[in-house]
């Protein structure tokens, strides 16, 4: 244990040396990486595995391959490649890309790569007790090989690198994103730092553009059928139903894994699924979320931030009345849409629309989460109470409903919506989980014995576009079959094997439909923009809030 500026720092774990290029790269990329143990792949990082495994094809009897570590040092790392010629020992870096220039358009590494290749020269100094006098980077793009000199400036450039990256180990903080926005355009981790979203967060002035992905084109597998295995064969998922053969499904194109009644999951299949990031998620055969598969590994960082901001009752109040206004506007919005494709104007509706427009001006005085949960509750009365009225004429008589009622449903709007609001839940935990978050610390609901609260916080801002919206456009389109898609047992309707398969379909469209962002500027489908939200949501307690629950119905 040493002090560095006053800070205590073990040297007992050594430093990897491509945490060191991503430290001279950027160094929010650096603490993301090693700190937060975050990581992602994107087309250039596959790009240069190829490239590695296609040299490794080509190579001769004077190339070797070297894991390294030097608690000296600490450092550790394996050399790309390890050429001894002539009595010298020479470490090459093979890059996909092409090589920086000077003024004089002569070929230089970039600083990132420099640092990296000089890492390999004195970490095989340090650890083979031998001279290295160079170090070599070929850039593939334009086949050019630049020598960097290993000397003491090079020596202590590696050590200063060290000293930097043990001080930013223990820092509590990210560091801020880089002044360098076409670094940002490169980065493989730009969908979970949001570096142009943050820039927002500070200058709404500034004009984002969208580095997060638009889409995940993985599919949503539900499986429905009881009695259904799913297993493992090969790097495929084996679905075997009852009476039918069974199918196989590659296990890149599945994004999540949805378990229905009674049907099974092998233990290899789950370890599969975890291992490749496939969401895994458990729904009753009654249309209850059940709960999902946590196969978070580290993360620690964001937890500890989130405890620590989550535990302030003044931060969580600001947080709970923006996500109040966010609901109510969005549900008031869209009983203003379906006002103007009525064939005949509805007092209800009508004097509805203006009682929480008077309900809204309450939020943002509300002082207490009590308080805030009252107005809410009026605000949910109101809604529910006139969204009958959207319901057209000319649907079957047996799709009306009068006011929201659960646990069980009385009737087959109100099943429509429970199973349309599991669904939904599942979706909020999945991307909850891909962040890294804890469901079970919100800032607004409280703990219950099945859904965690930060869940139940963020599926209100998706409520009416996902599930509301869509529902009543299908009712409104007689899209259903009131005897052959709904079970009806005594008081309690639930939804039959068909009417859950529809619903599912219905759902899963509508999350590939585009919403522009009326904050970002960009359109994302909705599945993304499930993720995006919860990552805007951490922001509000790393510095750069201010986007979080601005997703409303225009």
Known sequence: MQLIDNHPVTQSETLRVSALHALAYCSRLFYLEEVEELYTQNAAVFAGRRLHAELEKQEDETWEELFLESAELGLRGAVDALRTRDGETIPYEHKRGRCNRDAGKKPIPWESDRLQVLAYAYLIESALKIPVKEGRIRYHADNVLVHVPLDDAGRQTVRDA????????????????????????RCSLAPVCLPEEARLAHNREWQPIRLFPEDDDRQVLHILEPGTAVGRTGEQLK???????????????????VMHSFSQLSTQALHFCAHHGIGVH?????GRYIGSFDSRQGSIQRRIRQYSALSDGGFCLELARKLVLCRAQGQRKFLMRGKRGLKQSSPRLNETIIQMKKVLKQVPQATSLETLLGLEGNLAALYFGALPCLISTEAPREMGFSGRNRRPPKDRFNALLSFGYALLLKDVMNAILTVG?????????QPRTQAPPLALDLMEIFRV???DMPVMASVNRQQWEVQEDFEVRGEQVWLSDSGRRKLVNLYERR???TWKHPVTGYSLTYRRLLELEVRLLEKEWCGEGGLFGQLVLR
């Open 465 to 467: 576009p996902l599930v």
């Open 282 to 286: 458990f729904v009753s055969g009654g």
């Open 239 to 257: 679905i075997t139903r009852r009476g039918q053969s069974p199918e196989t499904l590659p296990v890149q194109q599945v994004g999540q894994l």
């Open 511 to 513: 999350k590939e439909e």
């Open 162 to 185: 060290i000293h930097r990256a043990r001080i930013l180990r223990i820092a509590p903080q990210r560091p801020p994103v880089t002044e360098n926005e076409r670094l940002c355009a």
């Open 437 to 445: 978050l804890e469901p079970a610390l919100g800032f607004y609901h």
